[in-house]
């Protein structure tokens, strides 16, 4: 390393896969300049990070139209917001990242039109962004994971990643419905409320529970499957409800799902040679999948880290972050070539800022 | 077109050429979802935005161009806030 210019990066950050609108502004700071062959590892300032949350009444789930529509709604503030916390005019950001994929169609459509013409109007290139990516990228900035084996668990992804030879190759992931999906599901056939978030007040529940209801437990190999799971307890939540109360049907659907990540985890760990855990994504929050993940870790010597509300649930920081790493690189997206997709693995990125 | 004999145009001024390319080039990048049932020609006529639906049904024809329309305002809207 060293020798080269300093070289500063600022990039905005859009992000609205789902129910939460994010834009995040960070600084990449390179003293030696943009290393041509070492991995990239600049100093991370974060600048801004706003987020706005659409939340339908409690016993609903929230549909694509609806989300679309709010993140319309409230991109305008949301952007003015960000570049007065951060201090900044337009003509100070280097480049635009936003959400390419996956996530639902017309929400990423919305944020997308607007980070386009944004690119165009301050005439700044658009880096479009692999959503798993900005998670992973964010919480390695965050908690200083260096060669992690990641769980990431959100509403829309159950996967447990390694990192290979420029890629964040997927060792596991459900089979059916990811495990945020199915904390949802389950909160709202109890009617829990989705403020703060469904999860959350599952969370809060099954901290109440104290009797262990046992639901089917399927781990195939590397993989989970957790639809069945749900069928199971939500019948015994529709069926027999008096026999059990809602604190230990959430305390044991948390018990059993967490057991099954807890184990590819710690399966993806041997495989790889890996000491560390890095959870991700919007479930990662959940206190007690950390402490479990942290208590199978200690067992093998290793650590866990995670981050809080402000990074592992969707935000836009995250989405500048692992841009900003890929525009250092020379990567930029076209306006032509700037559509959205709701399939896009997290596998089929090329990680050229690592090594 | 023979599949698609239902056809809409939308004349949309922008007051400025390089805003009516802005709009074309930020609308013109996501295909239409139902692309087998509804074709979508954008176009950039100076200051004008002109765009052409053409569909299978007058169903999918209003649906279309709703959808288009909020993503024409968004894009408005942007322009509004930022340029």
């Not at chain 1, 939500?234 to 807890?262: G, N």
């Amino acid at each position: 390393m060293g020798g080269g210019e300093p070289r500063t990066i600022i990039a905005l950050g859009l992000e609205g896969s789902a129910n939460k609108l994010g834009v995040g502004i960070v600084k990449h700071v390179y003293a030696d300049g943009v290393p041509p062959s070492a991995e990239l590892r600049p100093e991370v300032v974060e600048l801004a990070n706003v987020r706005d949350t659409y939340n339908p009444p409690p016993g609903e789930g929230f549909l694509p139209r609806d989300v679309a529509a709010h993140h319309r709604e409230t991109i305008m503030p949301l952007l003015k917001q960000a570049l007065a916390e951060a201090g900044l005019a337009p003509r100070d950001l280097d480049c635009i990242c936003y959400t390419k994929g996956p996530g639902m169609g017309a929400p990423l459509q919305a944020v997308a039109l607007v980070a386009r013409t944004l690119a165009q109007l301050w005439d700044l290139p658009l880096v479009g962004v692999n959503h798993c990516v900005g998670h992973i990228e964010m919480g390695r900035a965050i908690t200083g994971a260096d060669n992690p084996i990641v769980l990431y668990v959100s509403g829309g992804n159950t996967q447990v990643i390694a990192y290979s030879q420029q890629t964040y190759r997927i060792f596991g992931e459900t089979l059916d419905s990811a495990i945020g999906n199915c904390l949802d599901r389950f909160a709202r056939v109890l009617k829990l409320p989705n403020d703060p978030s469904p999860g959350y007040n599952i969370e809060q529940y099954a901290k109440r529970g104290t009797k262990y209801i046992e639901l089917p437990y399927t781990v195939k190999g590397m993989d989970v499957s957790l639809g069945g799971i749900l069928t199971f307890v939500e019948r015994l939540a529709k069926t027999e409800p008096e026999k059990h109360t809602p604190e230990d049907l959430c305390y044991s659907l948390q018990e059993t799902m967490f057991a099954m990540l807890v184990e590819i985890t710690e399966r993806a760990m041997a495989h790889v040679g890996s000491q560390e855990v890095l959870i991700v994504g919007g479930v990662g929050c959940n206190l007690r999948l950390q402490e479990m993940m942290a208590q199978m870790a200690a067992e093998r010597g290793g650590k866990v880290f995670a981050t809080d509300m402000r990074y592992c649930i969707d935000n836009g920081i995250m989405i500048a972050q692992a841009g900003a790493l890929a525009f250092a690189r020379g990567f930029a997206t076209p306006i032509e070539d700037s559509w959205v997709t709701q399939r896009f693995r997290t596998d089929q990125v090329h990680v050229d800022w690592r090594t | 077109m023979a599949d698609f004999p239902h056809a809409a145009t939308l004349t949309v001024p922008f007051g400025e050429a390089r805003l009516a390319e802005v709009a074309r080039r930020s609308l013109s990048a996501d295909q239409e979802l139902s692309g087998d049932r509804v074709s979508r020609t954008i176009r950039a006529d100076d200051a004008t935005l002109v765009v052409t639906f053409r569909a299978d049904s007058l169903r999918m024809l209003r649906v279309t161009v709703t959808g288009f329309m909020e993503s024409l305002i968004l894009v408005a809207r942007t322009m509004d806030a930022f340029a």
